[in-house]
Each structure stands twice: as C-alpha cells, then as structure tokens.
C-alpha cells in the first residue's frame, strides 16, 4: 500500500521567513518616512522662503507707478501744468488665447504698429506694457472688445491745461513723469511725487483679481511750484510776438518781459512753439528756451552799455561830440559804414546812440579805450551766465582782452564780435534802468506744500555795475532815442519810454563774412523811464522783407508794454497829474 506523502515545512521555518520580511518591510517604511519627513523639512524650512516667492510671482504681479507730481502755478496760482487720471494698457502674454485678432484689436484701438505689439504679446515675461497714458476713448474701445490677457492699470498723466503758454518755461515730463526739459527739468526732485508699488493679485487662472498699493520708500508730501510769470503778461508776449513772426515770416522771435527792481520775470515768449502735452510730436529744436539757450550779436541794443561805461568811467559826458566821418570810417584797413547809408557830421554822445550811429560808437568806445571797456561789459554780467534757474542757459561770449584788436574794439562798440542771449541783453538794460544793480533773473518765485510756502525766492543782487548818476543819464539818452530817434515806433501814448532799437547783421560761416540778407532786428526798453516797472525785450530773428529794428521789433513792445501797463494798473502821465491835482 505505500503511497509518497507529502513533506510539510516546519513551522519554525515558516514563522522565522514572516518575521525576516516585517522587519524588512517595517525598515522600508521607517526608511520611506525619514525621507518624507526630510523632504517636508527640506520643502517647509529650508526652502520656505524661495517657494513663497516663487509662489507669489506665480499669484501676483508688481508694478512701480508714479503718483502725485507736483503742480506748477503762475504768481497768482493759476494751473500751468498738473495731473490728470488716465489708464495704461498691459498684457499677460500666457493669457492671450488668439494672438493675431489680439495684434489686430490692439494696433487698430491705440494706432500702434501690428509688428511691434506681435512682438510684445509673444513675450515669455507675465507683466508687458502695451502703452501708457492712453486717452478714454481708446480705453473704452479696448474695454468693449474684452481681448483675454489685455489688462488696464490707473497712472498720473502730466498735463499742461494752457497748452503752449510758457511751455519754453515750463517744460514737459516723460513717460514715468520724470522732468525732461524748463521747470519740470531744473525742479524734477522738487515735483517728482511719489512712487507707489502696486501689487496685482491673480487667481489659479491668472485673472486679476485685486489691486493693492503702497508708497516705495519713504512717504513725501507733494511739493509744486510758483514761478514769477505771469500767465496773462505771458499772453499779451505771445500774442504781439508770434503776429510779427508771422507778418515777416521770420525765422524766429524771442520777446521777455521783467521787473527790472526785483529781476522777477513775468514772460517769456518763444516762437515758433510747442505744446507739451504732445512734445514728441514737434521737431526738438522747438523745445529749446531760445531766451536763455541762443546766444545772437546782439547789434545796436549794445550801444547804451557802452554809453554807461564811458559816462561812468567820466570819459565823456551826454553832450560832447564825436565826428562821425560823414558816413565811412576806415579801421585797419577795412571800410565801416553807417547803416542806412546816413552821413553823419559831428554828433553828441545823446546823439550818437539815438541815431544809431556806427561810426560814433567807434569814436567813443576809442576814447574809453580796451581795457575799461571790457571791465564793464564782464561787469554787465556779458561771457557769464546769469545764474537763472532754466535748464541750458549758455554764457554768451566774447574774445578776452588780450585777443582784442583795433578792430574787436570798433566792432563791440555796435554790437558785434560779442554774443548774448536775450535775456543776458535785458538783464544788463534792467541795470541801467533800476538805477545801476544787475540782478538775477529769475522764473521762481515760491516752493509750496499743502498750499502753505515753504520756501520763497527773493530778489538778489548781483553787483552794482555804474552809478545811480550814470543810470539816470543813460536814461535820458535812451529816452531820446524813442522820442527823437530810430525807436519812435515803441512810444506808448501816456508813458516816456527808455529803449533801443537793433539791426544786426548776421554772421555767415561759410563764407565768412557777414550776411546781406539775414538779420537779427530787435527793440530792448522800459517804461516809465524814470520808474521802471517793466522791462521787455525784442528779438525777431531773420525777417523777411523789411529787417529794421525800428520797424519790426518796437512795435511789438509798444504792443506788450501798452497792455501791460494797464493790466498792472501803472498810472500814466494824465492821470498822476488828476492824482496831483486831486491831492
């Protein structure tokens, strides 16, 4: 019967192969949650910090935006340049689902190239600007077409609501409303504002889903500024000047108005102009202040300082006379003449800067002599900066004493061989007219904070250049030179008016010489002439047709002068004597 049987393991066996494998498995797990516990602390303490940020970049994105520049006011606080709410255009590429129809809506809403918004929406960045400070009507029409992926974020718009007014002044901003040029140039620390971060909030999708902001850095309250002009004076500057550019299609025109006490300037006008709400859209040289950047031979409106010097020296007096070589007068070999082709005889120093006479300025300058001469042209403030407070002035120039010759001193004594920009002319007339004291010019009058002044900008001297004697004699020349002389075309019905008439001839460099064809007329005065509360300057650049500066440019100042004596409530002559005679 012996059937096999079946061998069964011991039982010892078996229990000892299941306790092998628990202690294996049991090792696997401890092993398996050391390393996840390590994982976590790894992922939970050590990198903590760089996952937050990696999760905040993925959940929110961060934006500086400009805030709160400073106002600017004209000296009776009306609003030359402020700020008006307006929203800038961004995208987040990853979000836009149709990139060509979002190429096409965007270039065809904002008036921008299709290329270069293609290139902007294909970023791989999560925040690209499209275009900043877009105006409502834009907006509206991106917000009604919902493009996915295009957002809209709130900014200051810097905007000028005088438009052109003082703009060669004033200035303009850029893109993140930093000054580039005038005020908003020279006081960008003052007016910058503040900058805020604003922090935009995404869900799991990407989609905007909360705005936040906080000042970056310290918080600074808005600081704006009062400047001596005047906006309606600056009015009347601009209106007369650009009808006489126009009138003889010059190239140019410059006219200033100024407190020739305080050195307060209530205007100054430029033209051709540029409104600075659209600078971009002007050719650059518009943007230039060419009162204080362009530096001209001034001609014949030189001639009182050299009538200052010579009295003041005691050289000569108003009515010693001078030959003027009946019309041609020979300098080193080269032949000068009268303008207009006049023949003078014998003429008074009153005589010889009423008429205009060339040759006569010769005659004095030569018996003041080089050196005293050019003691009181640097004294005058001529080859130096006036120190106002506007981006780019230039200095002017003229050759050093020991460069002069007999010619240089000939050609200086009418007006050229020196160069000078309008407002180092006004500033030096300003001298003879306050009674003898150069001062510096200024376009500031006040720094502002919540409405209260922080800082005032006085008046300041800056030396005293010839006697009050001298001033009130040269006085009388200039007034002669209105009443009798080439400047009759400025006389304001009422007033006595000081000033000076100019015709220069402009230097040509290519050939060498001075032009036939191009000239710089001008007119620099003030009134009343013996209690100056104006003085305006001149200057049309290269009129066409008639280029005197008796016919061009005193005109111009009869007309700013007339409408600024009034405005400013200066009494004429008829009604002091009512006030007299009332009294």
């Known amino acids: 019967m012996g059937r096999n049987k079946e061998k069964i393991p011991s039982v010892s066996v078996s229990r000892g192969s299941l306790k092998a494998r628990l202690i294996l498995v049991s090792v696997l797990f401890a092993l398996f949650g050391s390393g996840l516990i390590g994982r976590l602390f790894f992922l939970q303490v050590v990198k903590h910090e760089d996952l937050i940020s990696r999760s905040m970049q993925q959940h929110q994105m961060t934006v500086n935006v400009n805030y709160g520049r400073g106002f600017i006011y004209d000296r009776n606080m009306n609003e030359l340049a402020a700020n008006i709410k307006v929203e800038s255009v961004y995208v987040t590429p990853q979000e836009i689902k149709d990139k060509k129809k979002t190429t096409l ?106 705005f936040s902001g906080k000042v970056n850095g310290e918080v600074t309250e808005n600081q704006g500024m009062i400047l001596a002009i005047d906006e309606v004076i600056q009015f009347f500057a601009e209106h007369h000047l650009n009808k006489q550019v126009k009138k003889y299609q010059a190239k140019s025109g410059v006219a200033i108005v100024m407190n020739p006490n305080t050195g307060e300037v209530y205007a100054v006008a430029n033209m051709p102009q540029y409104n600075p709400n659209n600078y971009s859209a002007y050719n650059p040289k518009r943007w230039i202040n060419g009162a204080v950047s362009n530096a001209y031979e001034p001609g014949s409106i030189f001639k009182p300082i050299l009538a200052a010097a010579v009295i003041d020296a005691g050289v000569a007096r108003p009515h010693d006379i001078f030959f003027c070589e009946n019309g041609e007068f020979d300098i080193g070999g080269k032949k000068i003449g009268e303008a207009a082709n006049h023949k003078f005889g014998w003429l008074t120093l009153r005589d010889v800067i009423s008429k205009s006479s060339n040759i006569g300025s010769i005659k004095v300058a030569q018996q003041l002599g080089k050196r005293s001469f050019y003691s009181y042209i640097k004294k005058f403030g001529f080859g130096q900066k006036t120190g106002v407070a506007l981006p780019g002035e230039a200095a002017g120039r003229f050759k050093e004493l020991a460069a002069w010759d007999e010619r240089s001193l000939a050609s200086i004594s009418f007006g050229h061989e020196i160069s000078a920009t309008p407002l180092q002319m006004i500033s030096a007339v300003s001298a003879i007219a306050n009674g003898g004291t150069l001062m510096v010019p200024r376009v500031t009058h006040a720094i502002i904070k919540n409405g209260s002044v922080t800082k005032r900008f006085k008046p300041k001297a800056v030396r005293r250049v010839v006697s009050i004697q001298t001033s009130r004699q040269v006085v009388e020349i200039m007034k002669h030179s209105v009443e009798t002389g ?21 230097y040509d460099r290519e050939t060498g010489g001075y032009s036939t064809t191009a000239y710089v007329s001008s007119f620099v005065g003030f009134v009343p002439a013996h209690s100056a509360k104006i003085a305006i300057l001149v200057m049309i650049n290269e009129p066409k047709g008639v280029h005197w500066g008796g016919s061009v440019a005193a005109p111009v100042f009869k007309n700013i002068g007339r409408e600024t004596l009034r405005y400013l409530n200066v009494p004429s002559n008829d009604q002091r004597v009512y006030i007299l005679d009332r009294a």
């Open 105 to 210: 809506l965007l270039a065809k809403a904002l008036k921008m190239d299709e290329k270069l918004i293609f290139k902007k929406i294909s970023s791989r960045r999560s925040f690209v600007w499209i275009k900043r400070r877009v105006s409502p009507a834009k907006i509206a029409r991106l917000r009604r077409d919902s493009p996915s992926g295009v957002n809209f974020i709130s900014e200051d718009k810097r905007f000028f609501p005088k438009r052109e007014l003082a703009s060669g002044v004033i200035g303009f901003t850029g893109i993140d409303n930093q000054g580039l040029a005038g005020i908003e140039h020279q006081y960008d620390a003052t007016l910058k504002g503040n900058v805020v971060k604003t922090v935009m909030k995404k869900d799991a999708r990407g989609k905007l889903v909360q």
């Open 486 to 506: 080439t400047g009759g075309e400025a006389a304001i019905k009422g007033y006595e008016v000081a000033g000076k008439t100019g015709t220069a001839q402009k």
